[in-house]
C-alpha cells in the first residue's frame, strides 16, 4: 500500500485538469489572484484527499466486499444472498456523497421535487438492480440480454415519464456509482463470481458487469419517481435558476471543511455499521484484519472529506463561473466563443475522467484480474476519448437546446447492437465503465460547467444542463466495446499465423 506510488499517480491525474482551468482563470475569464489561490488549495485538497481515499479502498472496502460476497454465497441461501445485495446496495447509496450532491442540485432547480423522496428512489433502484446483477452471477446468465430486456423497459418508461426528469434520471444512473458505491459492488460482485462452480472457465466474465446492470436501477426509479410526482401533484416540475448561483463563487475553502466532515459522516456511519454487522454475524475476520479495515476507513473518512471539500468548493465553483462568463462571451461577441466552448468541453472531457477515483479503482482491477492482458493504460485512452466525445456532444446539446434523447436512444442501441458481437468480457467492463466514469468530477465541476452554460443561454436546467453525466456515462459503453472487438480481431489473427 504505497502511499507515494497513489499520490504520484493521482498528481498526474488531477495536475492537466488544474493547468486547464488556471488558464482559463487568467487568460480567457480571469477569476481574480485570490479565487485563483483557493482553487489551487482547492486542487491540493483533491489531490492529497484522493490519493488518501484510494489507499482506505485498498485496506478496507474492497477486502471486506470480496469476503462478504464470497461467505455469504458459500452458504447456498439464495435469498439471504439477494436479501444482502439489496440492503448493501440501498446503504451505500444512500451514504454515497454524489447523489446527495445530485439530489442538491436538482431540488435546487425544482424545489417542487423532495430531496428525501429522490434519495430513496434512487437507492432503492440500485438495491434492486444489484440483487438482479448477482442472481445473474448466480445462475451465469448472458449479460448482453439482460441489458437489452432492461433498457427496453427503460426506454418505454423514458418516452412516458415525466419530461422535465428525463435527463435527471439518466444523470442518476451515472452519479449513483461514485467514489463509495463501486468499489464496494464490486467487490462484492467479485466474491460471489469467485466461489461458483464454473469460476475456473468464466470468473473474469462474472467478475464484472454488475456495476453497469447496478446503475440501470436509478433511471427506472427516477423516471418512475417522476411519474407519481406528475400524477400526485398534478403538474410538472419546473425549474428555476438564478444569476445570483452564478456570481456566488469562491468564498473561504477553510470555512467549508466542517459541512463536508458532517456529510462524509452520514456517508460513511451508515456502512461502518454495515460492516461491524457483517462481522459479527458473517466475517468474524481476526482482529489484526478488521483492525486493518476499521483503520482504511478512517483513511477513507479524510480522504472523501478532503476531496469533496476541494472538488466540490474549489472545481464545481470554478466550472460554474467559467462555464456561464464563457456561455457571456457567446453572446455578446463572435461566434468563435461558440466553437471555443466546444474544444475547451473535448479538453476537459479528455482530462476530467482521469481524475474519477472510481476509474483508478476499475482499471486497476481490470488489469489485475485480465492478468495483465488488458493493460490499464489502453483503457484510460479509450476512456478519455469517449468521454472528451461526450462533453462535445453535451455542449451541442446545451448551445442549440436540442433534446436528450436524440443522443441516448441511438447511442444505447448502438452499444447493445455491440454487445452482441464483442467479447463478453468486454461488454461487463464496458457497461462498468459507463458507470465509474460519471463519478464526482463530473458530478460537480462538468455538471456546474454545463448548468452555467445553460443559465446564461437561457435554457431549462433540468432539460439541458442536466443530462451531460448520463452522455458521460454512455460513450464508454461504445468505446470500451470497440476495443474488444480490436482485441478480438487481433487474436483471431494470431491465432490464424500460429
Known amino acids: 500500500m504505497n502511499f507515494l506510488a497513489k499520490l504520484k499517480e493521482t498528481a498526474f491525474s488531477v495536475i492537466p485538469i488544474a493547468i486547464i482551468i488556471l488558464l482559463l ?69 444512500m451514504s454515497e456523497p454524489d447523489v446527495q450532491l445530485l439530489a442538491i442540485q436538482v431540488t435546487n432547480v425544482s424545489p417542487g421535487l423532495n430531496k428525501l423522496l429522490l434519495v430513496l428512489a434512487i437507492s432503492i433502484g440500485i438495491g434492486l438492480f444489484t440483487a438482479l446483477g448477482l442472481l ?20 418505454l418508461m423514458f418516452f412516458f415519464g415525466n419530461k422535465n426528469l428525463q435527463n435527471v434520471a439518466f444523470d442518476a444512473g451515472g452519479a449513483t456509482t461514485g467514489p463509495m458505491t463501486v468499489p464496494f459492488i464490486m467487490a462484492l460482485g467479485i466474491g460471489v463470481a469467485a466461489v461458483q462452480e464454473n469460476r475456473k472457465s468464466d470468473s473474469e466474465n462474472s467478475s464484472f458487469g454488475l456495476t453497469g446492470i447496478a446503475s440501470i436501477g436509478p433511471v427506472c426509479a427516477v423516471l418512475l419517481y417522476g411519474m407519481l410526482h406528475q400524477a400526485f401533484s398534478g403538474e410538472s416540475a419546473q425549474s428555476q435558476i438564478t444569476e445570483s448561483s452564478a456570481q456566488e463563487i469562491f468564498s473561504s475553502i477553510w470555512q467549508r471543511i466542517p459541512s463536508t466532515l458532517i456529510e462524509v459522516t452520514y456517508s460513511l456511519v451508515p456502512l461502518l455499521i454495515l460492516i461491524i454487522i457483517f462481522q459479527i454475524i458473517f466475517l468474524k475476520m481476526p482482529p489484526v484484519q ?173 432539460t439541458d444542463g442536466f443530462g451531460v453525466i448520463a452522455l458521460v456515462a454512455m460513450m464508454p459503453l461504445l468505446t470500451i466495446q470497440i476495443l474488444g472487438i480490436i482485441f478480438k480481431l487481433k487474436q483471431n489473427k494470431a491465432g490464424g499465423e500460429k
Open 136 to 155: 445473474r452471477t448466480v445462475f451465469n446468465l448472458k449479460l448482453n440480454v439482460i441489458f437489452i430486456i432492461s433498457y427496453a423497459a427503460v426506454f
Open 25 to 93: 482563470g487568467i487568460f480567457v475569464v480571469p477569476m481574480g489572484k485570490s479565487n485563483i489561490v483557493e482553487f489551487l488549495l482547492g486542487t491540493v485538497f483533491v489531490i492529497a484527499g484522493l490519493s488518501i481515499f484510494l489507499l482506505g479502498v485498498d485496506l478496507s472496502i474492497l477486502p471486506v466486499g470480496e469476503k462478504t460476497g464470497a461467505v455469504i454465497t458459500s452458504k447456498r441461501n439464495l435469498p439471504l444472498l439477494l436479501g444482502i445485495a439489496f440492503i448493501v446496495g440501498f446503504v451505500i447509496t
Open 290 to 462: 478488521f483492525f486493518r479495515v476499521i483503520l482504511g476507513l478512517l483513511y477513507s473518512f479524510i480522504g472523501l472529506t478532503l476531496y469533496l471539500t476541494g472538488a466540490k468548493h474549489g472545481f464545481i465553483e470554478a466550472g460554474t463561473f467559467i462555464g456561464s462568463s464563457l456561455a457571456n462571451k457567446m453572446q455578446t461577441s463572435a461566434q468563435i466563443w461558440k466553437f471555443a466552448l466546444y474544444g475547451i468541453s473535448i479538453i476537459l472531457g479528455a482530462l476530467t475522467v482521469l481524475a474519477e477515483p472510481a476509474v483508478q479503482v476499475l482499471t486497476g482491477q481490470v488489469e489485475s484480474l485480465s492478468n495483465g492482458t488488458i493493460k490499464k493504460n489502453v483503457m484510460l485512452v479509450a476512456l478519455s476519448g469517449g468521454i472528451a466525445l461526450a462533453l462535445l456532444l453535451s455542449m451541442i446539446r446545451v448551445l442549440n437546446g436540442l433534446p436528450l434523447w436524440y443522443f441516448i436512444v441511438p447511442g444505447y442501441a448502438l452499444s447493445l447492437l455491440l454487445s452482441l458481437f464483442c467479447p463478453p468480457l468486454f461488454v461487463a467492463i464496458a457497461f462498468d465503465s459507463g458507470g465509474v466514469a460519471s463519478g464526482p468530477m463530473t458530478s460537480t465541476f462538468i455538471l456546474a460547467f454545463m448548468l452555467g452554460t445553460s443559465s446564461v443561454c437561457g435554457g431549462n436546467p433540468l
